[in-house]
């Protein structure tokens, strides 16, 4: 599909992959079986500028397009899909809302370091009490003397442990309940705020998910982002861009599995023959190539169309639903084609199958994915 492809975009591709295969490949497994995040791999990420891909140089971005943060992504993600979702997380969910919704100081204050990767970012949306119903949240944040005072407990961030920047949504007016949610911007030493439960997870083990607790965080009025009472938009909007990642995530995951299968069907030897002389094995192949295909075009299609500026909420759903579950049946594929060595830690197809499984819940499970494509057939 490089036709498809600008120059610029070839030569990023062909950085990243090179980058993610002789950096990112030889200690991904190690890592994630220890639950290591990794702290050197996001810094020289950074300075690659794959921390900011898609925002401006004149906020220390690396000035490309939403189509080359795709491809990077997934380029990434096929050597190791933590390290996909931490950049995704970081770049998507928290460089974004800030470039989108920030005022010319927030983006001057918080931008830099981030798009750098010196600092990194997370996003704390999800509640023990709200994951699908995302305007349930329960944590809440009051105006009192001029500060916001921000008290409750958030689940699941992605980065949470490591970073120095967050996104949180708390509830300013509960009687409003989705109109009723404001986006705050968080920096770590803020007073009262702190790391609760790490996660133990089946996949992804190298990117951290951990809980946030605030007790009287105490904000000035200014950490607010975008207008009162329109945090949830806020999120719906940067969960699109979301999606865009976690779709190219997956994507990485497909190709890594059927390549490896590709590989490993050729030297595999069984009744005399390499294992890709057996038609059940070919089918496989083609069908894993196949779907990779189809999920990597609805992938460039929705990232062209946010570079468009066009609505393009259907396209990321589309995108996501598609590519995390061909992620996650090229995984189960690949453990077939690798056969009872599949099902080791001898090969790396055995994290391929915990990875994928995520691609189908977060940023929306694949239902609510679904549940978004309908109503914007239905509208
Ligand atoms: C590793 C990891 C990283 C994460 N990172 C982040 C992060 O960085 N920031 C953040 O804010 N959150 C994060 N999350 C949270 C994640 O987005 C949620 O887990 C997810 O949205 C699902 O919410 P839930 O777990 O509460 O499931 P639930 O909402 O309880 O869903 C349970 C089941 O019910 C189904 N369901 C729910 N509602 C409906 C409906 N209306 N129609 C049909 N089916 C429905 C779901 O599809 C699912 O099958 C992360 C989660 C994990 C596990």
């Known amino acids: 599909m490089d036709f498809l492809l600008t120059e610029e975009q070839l030569m990023l591709k062909e950085m990243v992959e090179k980058f993610a295969k002789d950096k990112i490949l030889p200690v991904a497994s190690e890592n994630e ?8 791999i996001i810094k020289e990420a950074g300075e690659l500028g794959l921390m900011g891909v898609a925002y401006p140089t004149e906020y220390g971005g690396a000035g490309m397009d939403f189509v080359s943060y795709f491809l990077a992504v997934e380029a990434v993600s096929r050597y190791c899909a933590s390290t996909g979702v931490i950049i995704s997380a970081h770049s998507s969910l928290v460089c974004d809302p800030i470039f989108n919704f920030g005022t010319e100081e927030q983006k001057q204050k918080y931008l830099p370091g981030l798009l750098s990767g010196q600092k990194i970012g997370s996003f704390s949306l999800t509640e023990s009490g709200a994951g699908s119903d995302a305007g349930a949240t329960k944590t809440t944040a009051k105006f009192v003397d001029g500060r916001w005072l921000l008290n409750g407990s958030k689940i699941f961030a992605t980065n949470g442990k490591e970073a120095d920047v967050f996104i949180l949504l708390a509830s300013t007016e509960p009687e409003k309940k989705t109109r009723g949610v404001t ?10 705020y702190s790391i609760g439960k790490v996660e133990r997870k089946l996949g992804i083990r190298s990117s951290s998910t951990a809980e946030i607790v605030l007790e009287n965080v105490e904000l000035p009025a200014e950490n607010m982002l975008g ?8 999120s719906m909007i940067t969960l699109d861009g979301g999606r865009l990642g976690i779709a190219s995530q997956a994507l990485g995951i497909a190709r890594a599995s059927l390549e490896d299968s590709v590989k490993y069907s050729k030297e595999r030897y069984q009744f005399d023959q390499p294992i890709a002389n057996f038609q059940a094995i070919q089918w496989m192949l083609a069908d894993m190539k196949t779907e990779y295909d189809a999920a990597w075009l609805l992938t460039y299609r929705a990232s062209l169309m946010k570079d468009k500026k066009m609505n393009y909420s259907a396209a990321a759903a589309m995108a996501k639903l598609k590519s995390s579950e061909v992620a996650m049946d090229a995984a189960r594929k690949a453990i077939q084609i690798h056969g009872g060595y599949g099902y080791t830690e001898d090969f790396n ?3 391929y199958y915990r ?3 995520i691609t189908e819940i977060y940023e929306g499970t694949s239902e609510i994915q679904r549940l978004v494509i309908a109503r914007d057939l239905l509208k």
């Open 349 to 351: 197809v055995e994290r």
């Open 227 to 234: 207008e009162l009472n329109q945090g949830f938009k806020i």
């Open 355 to 357: 990875d994928a499984k």
């Open 183 to 192: 986006a705050f911007i968080v920096e770590k030493d803020t007073p009262g």
């Open 33 to 40: 079986r220890n639950h290591l995040f990794p702290t050197e």
